[in-house]
């Protein structure tokens, strides 16, 4: 006998919940937890629930997104013209709109030199899936019709479409959905914090005999492309030694196989950068791009490419036989462009690095606890590795550090998660000093009462 009111933020949050539980099925939904958590507003790096409980988004709108905060009314703005100017017109074969004319030219000249043309998706999956095919399609078009394996990594993750999904190495995700694509191959990514994953050897050294060995074994002739994030983001947060893309890069030329930079995460200031592959030297020929692109606000993905690859699949005689409805969406362009003006205006880059600077000497007294393996911060990310045991570096179980973002969450009203035994803090860009001490110390109390031998966590 409840009376709805047709505000939804004024619905009483039990019947929200009920409905959500009811009725949606949620991406990436945890089949054992009954409990919801509606968001109904946002304003900066603060979210507030249906009931009104007011949290800190340490991780950009639950998800790495975010980097303008929530709530901006620049933002609203520049949807609501366009929506009453033209909302909605295809970019398919000649078509186009004036937003995505411009945004295209804008991210070419953000992105590192020789990206000259844009594909449009709406998702960061969709955006890998295209990068798969354009790599085909570039090489059959160029007279190697046989290249068609593609190289990715354990722990990448990149999207959970049939494409885009096979190359993902995250472990569980790819239990029980039937034939993957075929011809996707994957090799080890670096892991520091786990040196004896590489036999003893430089981590960078026995990387590139794998990845030497791998090419050998498939035959160079049949390599369309490999496919890697800058730093891995789903996998915990992790950075290569500085030489391992100069050389994954060197040797990948030498066979004529092409590099996807996949920077759907690390794309748009996350590591002070507009884009992370290029002053890791990663020099790609393609890059993968959507989140930061417009903060979440309208969906949107961005392929950026080589001009030669793009000239290869379409051009002379030659059609592209791939788009989707709403690539190039001028509501979602002009909403991106506007999402660029602003961090650009306000320094936002900068502000990833100072993020940084605060996550460092926030987590400083964690890393020192029992459960705390590794502290991995990259820009405005940071991934905590904890562990059952410091010595062996035995991880800690998924649940158990599910149950420390879970802690956070109700006894901080701060937002994190966990990937695997790794807690992931990915702020909105405009994340403040204050903000950050209080997620970090957050962190600090609750993991100085996690006992990893009982898999307990302390009352406070
Ligand atoms: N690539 C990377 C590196 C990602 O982190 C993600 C999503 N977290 C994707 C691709 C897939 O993007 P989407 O969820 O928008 O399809």
Request: charged share 20%.
């Amino acid at each position: 006998n409840v009376t709805i009111s047709s505000t939804p933020s004024t619905r009483p949050a039990a019947l929200l919940e009920d409905l959500d539980r009811r009725h949606v099925l949620h991406p990436h939904e945890r089949g054992h937890r009954s409990q919801r958590r509606v968001m109904v507003r946002g304003q900066g790096s603060t979210v507030w629930d249906a009931s009104g409980r007011e949290f800190l988004d340490a991780l950009g709108g639950g998800i790495w997104v975010a980097q303008v905060g929530h709530g901006r009314q620049e933002l609203a703005d520049a949807a609501a013209r366009q929506i009453s100017e033209l909302a909605h017109f295809t970019s398919f074969f000649e078509y186009g709109t004036d937003k995505s004319a411009l945004l295209a030219e804008r991210l070419t000249t953000l992105a590192p030199a020789g990206m000259d043309r844009v594909f449009f998706t709406c998702s960061g999956s969709e955006a890998v899936d295209t990068a798969l095919k354009l790599a085909r399609l570039h090489h059959h078009h160029r007279g190697e019709p046989d290249r068609n394996w593609i190289i990715a990594r354990h722990y990448g993750y990149h999207g959970t479409t049939y494409g885009s999904g096979t190359a993902t190495g995250i472990p569980n995700m790819q239990v029980a959905v039937g034939p993957n694509l075929p011809h996707v191959e994957k090799v080890m990514p670096p892991y520091p914090y786990r040196p004896e994953m590489y036999g003893g050897q430089g981590t960078t050294e026995f990387l590139l005999n794998e990845l030497s060995e791998t090419i050998e074994r498939l035959g160079a002739g049949n390599i369309a492309a490999m496919i890697g994030e800058p730093v891995l983001g789903g996998g915990g947060v992790i950075a290569p030694p500085a030489d391992y893309w100069p050389r994954v890069r060197e040797l990948l030329r030498s066979h004529g196989i092409l590099l996807i930079a996949d920077e759907v995460i690390t794309g748009y200031g996350r590591i002070g950068s507009w884009f992370d592959s290029a002053p890791r030297g990663m020099d790609a020929d393609i890059i993968t791009t959507a989140k930061g692109l417009t903060s979440g606000y309208v969906p949107m993905g961005a392929v950026l490419m080589r001009e030669e690859i793009a000239a290869s699949v379409a051009g002379g005689e030659r059609d592209f036989f791939h788009g989707h409805t709403y690539s190039g969406h001028p509501v979602a362009a002009a909403v991106a462009l506007a999402n660029l003006d602003i961090i650009e205006k306000e320094s936002l880059l900068a502000r990833s690095l100072a993020i940084s600077e605060w996550f460092r000497t926030g987590l400083a007294g964690a890393a020192e606890l029992p459960s705390v393996g590794d502290v991995r911060v990259e820009g405005a990310m940071a991934g905590i590795e904890l562990v059952a045991d410091k010595a062996t570096r035995e991880p800690v179980t998924d649940t158990l550090a599910l149950a420390v973002a879970d802690e956070l969450y109700e006894t901080h009203g701060v937002i994190t998660r966990n990937y695997g035994p790794t807690l992931v803090l990915s702020p909105p860009l405009v994340f403040e000093r204050a903000e950050a001490e209080r997620t970090t110390s957050a962190i600090t109390e609750v993991l100085g009462r996690l006992d990893v031998a009982s898999g307990r966590i302390a009352p406070r």
